[in-house]
């Protein structure tokens, strides 16, 4: 089974300044796909980035980057510039390939990092 | 479209009571999945859906538990009987597709507490 783990449960950050959030994931699969998820106070879970194992290039939207390590099995989240509005819980999930058995097209999250965006 | 709709927001009830949460995706959408999220164990795939048809009810805790989709625009998540321990946040969410090539889209979730 994969298994996520997001190691920081709570992370603070100066407005404007970089944050970088830490996930490592467990798997057997070499075709996977990796999310970030962010819960505002609203608890909407609102998808920030992916990135397709298969892609050896970052995935990057606007402000928030990530760095796919595969060998390594790690997933950071970058979060330049932040704002006010970043203030949530941050989610890791992983979902499986093409080739997983059943339960692929579902995600497998991490316990989360809470982040504290101070002004 | 509205997004996904989850309701009830919020629910108290009793311990042994039969509880139903509802789900209605995003239009067209042929998958839908049901989570739970508490403190201890974050979040949880409980089932899925595709085509209106169960794919994998694995996360499934217990038969007190059961989903059902009767037709492509609405689902049901049951509990019977409910105990405390079922207290948690539980999503609903629905994608175009395989998330190989989409992404899921979440309810607000339904707050069940049981007493």
């Known amino acids: 089974a994969q298994t996520v783990t997001q190691s920081q449960p709570e992370m603070s950050v100066q407005e404007a300044e970089t944050v970088t959030l830490s996930c490592t994931y467990d798997?057997?699969?070499?075709?996977?796909?990796l999310f970030w998820y962010k819960q505002p106070p609203s608890r909407q879970m609102i998808l920030v980035i992916r990135?397709?194992?298969?892609?050896?290039q970052n995935a990057t939207e606007n402000r928030f980057s990530v760095n796919f390590q595969k060998a390594a099995k790690s997933f950071s989240l970058k979060i330049s510039d932040s704002q006010l509005g970043d203030a949530a819980m941050y989610f890791c999930a992983y979902s499986g390939g093409e080739y997983s058995g059943g339960g692929a097209d579902g995600l497998t999250f991490g316990k989360g990092t809470h982040l504290i965006i101070q002004p | 479209d509205a997004g996904v709709i989850q309701s009830p927001r919020h629910e108290v009830t009793e311990m042994g009571q039969e509880v139903t949460l509802r789900c209605k995706p995003i239009?067209?959408?042929?998958?839908l999945f049901w989570y739970r999220q508490t403190m201890m164990r974050g979040l949880e795939l409980l089932i899925y859906f595709n085509n209106n048809v169960p794919i994998d009810d694995s996360g499934m805790p217990e038969d007190r538990f059961s989903a059902k989709m009767p037709n492509a625009s609405f689902s049901t998540l049951k509990i019977q009987p409910s105990e405390p321990r079922d207290s948690a946040v539980y999503f609903c969410?629905?994608?175009?597709?395989?998330?190989?090539?989409?992404?899921?889209?979440f309810g607000q979730g339904t707050r069940l507490t049981v007493v």
């Open positions: 969410a629905s994608s175009l597709g395989s998330l190989m090539n989409t992404e899921a889209f």
């Open positions: 990135q397709e194992a298969y892609k050896q």
């Open positions: 798997t057997s699969e070499s075709d996977y796909y």
């Open positions: 239009s067209g959408h042929d998958y």
